[in-house]
């Protein structure tokens, strides 16, 4: 999100992962993340950028199976296996070893603390917990689909 909101513009991937966590993670509308996104995307497109949002949503014509599910860590870790993405855009991370850049939250207390790393205060603590909210969005999705 700094990046989109410095540059106005992040590769597609991380669009989706963005989108994934905001509507299946938070269970937020995908119109209030395709709205935002319209705002701030220099290439936003009044046709591609709701389509996009629909198909992460499971809603949209040619969608993704609402299953589908992005794990944003293991997104982080298969395509920016360094880091290096992440040391970009957040800062407050940059000392963190590769093994836990993308899971600083499950690094442990003497690594963190060797990177200047608190957690809560120099950086946030996971807003949900992955695997809960993944289940709590299937759920949702089988409540509606009978």
């Known amino acids: 999100m700094r990046q989109l909101w410095q540059e106005g513009t992040v590769h597609n991937r991380v669009r989706m992962i963005v989108a994934s966590f905001l509507i299946k993670d938070l269970m937020?509308?995908?119109?209030?993340?395709?709205?935002?996104?319209?705002?701030?995307?220099?290439?936003?497109?009044?046709?591609?950028?709701?389509?996009?949002?629909?198909?992460?949503?499971?809603?949209?014509?040619?969608?993704?199976?609402?299953?589908?599910?992005?794990?944003?860590?293991?997104?982080?870790?298969k395509f920016d296996p360094r880091g290096d993405y992440v040391r970009r855009h957040v800062p407050e991370l940059e000392a963190m070893p590769t093994k836990h850049?993308?899971?600083?939250?499950?690094?442990?207390?003497?690594?963190?603390?060797?990177?200047?790393?608190?957690?809560?205060?120099?950086?946030?603590?996971?807003?949900?917990?992955?695997?809960a909210a993944r289940k709590r969005a299937l759920a949702a999705f089988e409540q509606i689909k009978s």
Not at 35 to 44: E, H, K, N, S
Not at 45 to 68: H, I, L
Not at 112 to 128: I, K
Request: negative net charge; charged residues 25%.
């Open 28 to 77: 937020i509308d995908w119109r209030k993340g395709e709205d935002w996104f319209r705002d701030t995307l220099v290439d936003a497109d009044p046709a591609s950028n709701p389509a996009n949002w629909q198909w992460v949503a499971g809603s949209g014509a040619d969608a993704s199976p609402f299953f589908r599910i992005f794990n944003p860590v293991l997104q982080g870790e």
């Open 101 to 131: 850049i993308h899971a600083p939250f499950d690094a442990p207390e003497k690594v963190l603390e060797a990177a200047g790393v608190r957690l809560g205060d120099t950086y946030p603590m996971p807003l949900v917990d992955h695997k």
